[in-house]
């Protein structure tokens, strides 16, 4: 299994990115983006589940803003991330794994993951 993410890149407050991740190898029950901030943990940002219906789930600072997707046919996973801030300016990885519902924000819950990719805002 391999995740390969692309498409981040500086932009401004305010602005749009569209991050994907290509994934390769076997279907699994979740796929999610985390970030890390400089000097921070990694932090869960929003994951897509096959659990119940394609179930989204996002942490509280991006809902709203982002959206996570999951194209079958091309096997990506994409992350659009609109009105940016500063604050949002992170290493952003996807992820993908099998874990339990109460784990699906969990970096725990995760098993195979890409090398990320940088996200900067400017203000």
């Known amino acids: 299994v391999q995740l390969q993410a692309s498409g981040g890149g500086l932009v401004q407050a305010g602005g749009s990115l569209r991050l994907t991740c290509a994934v390769s190898g076997r279907t699994f029950r979740s796929y999610a983006w985390f970030r890390q901030a400089p000097g921070k943990e990694r932090e869960f940002v929003a994951a897509?589940?096959?659990?119940?219906?394609?179930?989204?789930t996002y942490t509280d600072s991006v809902k709203g803003r982002f959206t996570i997707s999951r194209d079958n046919a091309k096997n990506t996973l994409s992350l659009q991330m609109n009105s940016l801030k500063p604050e949002d300016t992170a290493v952003y990885y996807c992820?993908?794994?099998?874990?339990?519902?109460?784990?699906?924000?969990?970096?725990?819950?995760?098993?195979?993951w890409g090398q990320g990719t940088l996200v900067t805002v400017s203000s």
């Open positions: 992820a993908s794994g099998d874990p339990i519902i109460i784990y699906v924000s969990a970096s725990e819950g995760y098993r195979h």
């Open positions: 897509i589940t096959s659990y119940s219906s394609r179930k989204t």
